[in-house]
């Protein structure tokens, strides 16, 4: 069986792309914009536009078998805040004002529960593969990209947040050489999360 590779994202990528990353947030981005066609909307403007934790310049892209099977969105965490804040002033022109004071309330409550990660670490924002290409290796390959760049940008740790939920990730995270760090409640609807960190040594 063929081996995932990993590359910078292009913009012919830019469908596969936006379907992995919304699948990436367990259900966050309908909640953050009200259904799937805005949530895919408002991420394929984040990806088009500077400075969002989910510009084209901080995706990497894994393809296998000829197609694009998996995504993951990651920086710096110094650089994530700013990003942040520029993921929500650019993606709530492409979701109806009506909706602005839920995803603002999203955006706060989600930056209050998350504990911070180390500063001189690559944050993982985002890591999705598709269902049918699971247990490929693909998810591993994201990850070995994201040490790569922080091994490459002299950071010490790569960190990242998944739902307490979530089993199947949390499971491969630690096969990976993460460790639990961190846990949040559930909050106002919101589900439980985990943060998990790996030492570069």
């Known amino acids: 069986m063929s081996e995932p590779s990993v590359r910078p994202f292009r913009s012919g990528d830019a ?3 936006t379907a992995l990353l919304y699948e990436s947030s367990g259900g966050m981005y309908d909640r953050y914009a ?5 949530a895919e909307r408002a991420i394929g403007r984040a990806l088009r536009s500077e400075q969002t934790t989910a510009s084209a ?3 990497w892209v894994a393809e296998l078998d000829g197609g694009v099977v998996g995504a993951m969105a990651g ?3 110094d ?3 700013p990003r942040a804040y520029r ?3 650019t993606t709530l022109r492409s979701i109806p004002p009506w909706r602005w004071p839920a995803a603002l309330w999203l955006y706060r409550a989600s930056g209050r529960t998350a504990p911070q990660p180390p500063q001189a670490c690559f944050y993982i924002d985002s890591l999705a593969s598709e269902t049918a290409y699971r247990r490929r290796g693909v998810a591993r390959a994201l990850l070995a990209e994201a040490e790569r760049q922080a091994t490459g940008q002299g950071l010490q740790s790569i960190a990242l947040d998944t739902w307490v939920d979530n089993k199947p990730a949390r499971a491969l995270y630690v096969s990976d050489g993460f460790e639990e760090v961190a846990y949040t409640p559930a909050l106002s609807g919101l589900p439980g999360g985990v943060s998990l960190l790996k030492e570069l040594r």
């Open 15 to 17: 469908a596969a792309a």
């Open 34 to 38: 009200g259904n799937r066609k805005l």
């Open 57 to 59: 310049d901080v995706v």
């Open 75 to 77: 920086m710096p965490y």
């Open 79 to 81: 650089e994530w805040t």
């Open 87 to 89: 993921f929500l002033r």
